[in-house]
């Protein structure tokens, strides 16, 4: 039986804890003092007599009994999360809402033809569509504020409870605006001629492109700016001789209309799989179902390896 004195707000402040590795951080992201949120978890740990975080000056980490009560804490959150968009779902006329997350790449180049193929398949899906980096993305996942996340598999400490099933692989690629002089003699060591857009470092890229540059002997580029804004890219881009190292899909339809050019580097070693990610504990609805369908036939239909 659950002791009676644990209340939600004891497991949502534990939870945001863990994440932030931070009482300040954590603090701020619930609205309350630290003082507040540092009672908050004495009191939990009480209850449970057991202490759940080991704090230092680098941070807070969760104790042994602290990890094993923190996945039940998620699914916890995650779940009373899906109860209130349920109760959302019934007062809007019935629509299932399915809440998906898109990594940019994703969102530019399979999300407007998967739509498409859902809208053939069902009228019963209300769709939210976000995009991001792919910590942001996951987070929110965990949350039970998206149901599924499309993205490239992230580092192994960020997928942690996360199921993720392959769909295809996509790699990196440098662009520039057509008549850029980098078209006409394409070389990698001259990049820090002119301003690079570079991946942020909460994307999935970020590591496959800094070792590609270490391993091709390219040192540090101190006009850079780090983005992994598919707006912001293409309006730079296209007006600037600026150069934009990003995931092909970001910038694919641009590519295949001639408004912005692939230079052709090897980029071979920043292929990498794409893939669903939910959470390990749920289980896929119809409208899930539905979903997957309609994106398995893009993938075919779109020829995506």
Wanted: aromatic content about 6%.
């Amino acid at each position: 039986m659950i002791d009676r004195r644990i209340k939600f707000r004891h497991i949502q402040c534990f939870v945001e804890i863990c994440r932030q590795k931070s009482l300040k951080k954590a603090a701020e992201r619930q609205y309350l003092t630290q003082p507040a949120i540092s009672k908050t978890l004495k009191e939990l740990e009480d209850i449970l007599g057991t202490q759940l975080l080991n704090r230092s000056r680098a941070g807070v980490n969760p104790t042994k009994e602290g990890e094993v009560f923190l996945h039940f804490a998620e699914m916890s959150v995650a779940s009373l999360q899906q109860g209130l968009y349920g109760v959302e779902q019934i007062s809007s006329g019935g629509k299932t809402r399915l809440a998906v997350g898109a990594l940019p790449s994703v969102a530019a180049r399979l999300m407007p033809s998967v739509v498409q193929a859902l809208s053939n398949l069902t009228d019963d899906v209300r769709l939210s569509i976000s995009d991001g980096p792919h910590s942001f993305l996951v987070d929110r996942l965990r949350r039970g504020e998206l149901d599924l996340v499309i993205g490239r598999l992230g580092a192994p400490d960020s997928m942690k409870g996360i199921s993720f099933t392959q769909l295809y692989h996509e790699h990196v690629v440098v662009v520039v605006r057509p008549g850029h002089p980098l078209c006409d003699e394409p070389d990698l060591a001259r990049l820090s001629e002119w301003p690079v857009l570079f991946p942020s470092e909460a994307s999935a890229i970020r590591p496959l492109v800094e070792r590609f540059m270490i391993g091709n002997g390219i040192g540090d580029i101190p006009n850079r700016i780090e983005t992994v804004s598919g707006a912001f890219g293409r309006a730079f881009v296209s007006k600037s001789d600026a150069i934009w190292i990003i995931s092909a899909g970001v910038v694919a339809n641009e590519v295949e209309d001639g408004r912005l050019v692939q230079l052709p580097f090897d980029m071979d070693t920043t292929r990498g799989p794409v893939g669903l990610m939910v959470r390990q504990e749920s289980e896929a609805g119809p409208a899930e179902r539905m979903f997957r369908l309609a994106v398995s036939q893009t993938i075919r239909d779109l020829k995506m390896d």
